[in-house]
T-cell receptor, first 113, second 113 residues
Framework: DAKTTQPPSMDCAEGRAANLPCNHS???????VYWYRQIHSQGPQYIIH???NNETNEMASLIITEDRKSSTLILPHATLRDTAVYYC??????????????FGSGTQLTVLP | DGGITQSPKYLFRKEGQNVTLSCEQN?????MYWYRQDPGQGLRLIYY???????QKGDIAEGYSVSREKKESFPLTVTSAQKNPTAFYLC????????????FGPGTRLTVT
């Protein structure tokens, strides 16, 4: 699976959009981009994933560049409860294969009041 | 409520004792996983199972053992051979089709003294 690079920490004001970047310059054509977050001392929570199109769900939006070498997770209106470590993971998905997730160090997002 | 349960949340053991961590899911997922997390680090895969009665070693399987006798259950035994067993242990499950996102339990924090 391709390696990802994320900034170690970011701050965001409450109510503003949080934009979390991720570089994955060695991504392959069959690899998806997944985002998870982990609130302190809890299990990670799935947020969103995408292949090449932008994606949106009730939690966040995922913007993937046209060359797929980087992506941005957007939390449109950050709240204090969004303070967590955010992990960007690249993983190939194939039918009938349950694949592990490779977690890096992630980005510690702190939402400030 | 569908989900993954891990028990207990906190566990204390003396060095040299084996200890078994429980993981149960009612999501009807085929695949289950065990991860270990050390302070300030990402998750590392210990074992995973794609189907009942079958499991594979992950990146750090030494000193651990698992069983998968039922689809719903994937217990992890931390043996006395594990040199640094104190850690946060996370169990996850996923479908074996579609987007394969993993759902995590709340974790068990094991302290061995």
């Amino acid at each position: 699976d391709a390696k990802t690079t994320q900034p170690p920490s970011m701050d965001c004001a409450e109510g503003r959009a949080a934009n979390l970047p991720c570089n994955h310059s060695t991504i392959s054509g069959n690899e998806y981009v997944y985002w998870y977050r982990q609130i302190h001392s809890q299990g990670p929570q799935y947020i969103i994933h995408g292949l090449k199109n932008n994606e949106t769900n009730e939690m966040a939006s995922l913007i993937i560049t046209e060359d797929r070498k980087s992506s941005t997770l957007i939390l449109p209106h950050a709240t204090l409860r969004d303070t967590a470590v955010y992990y960007c993971i690249v993983r190939a998905v194939s039918s009938g294969s349950a694949r592990q997730l490779t977690f890096g160090s992630g980005t510690q997002l702190t939402v400030l009041p | 409520d569908g989900g993954i349960t891990q028990s207990p949340k906190y566990l204390f053991r003396k060095e040299g004792q084996n200890v078994t961590l429980s993981c149960e899911q009612n999501l009807n997922h085929d695949a289950m996983y065990w991860y270990r997390q050390d302070p300030g680090q990402g998750l590392r895969l210990i074992y995973y199972s794609q189907i009942v009665n079958d499991f594979q070693k992950g990146d750090i399987a030494e000193g651990y053992s698992v069983s998968r006798e039922k689809k719903e259950s994937f217990p992890l035994t931390v043996t006395s051979a594990q040199k640094n067993p104190t850690a946060f242990y996370l169990c996850a499950s996923s479908t074996d089709s579609g987007s394969y996102e993993q759902y995590f339990g709340p974790g068990t924090r094991l302290t061995v003294t």
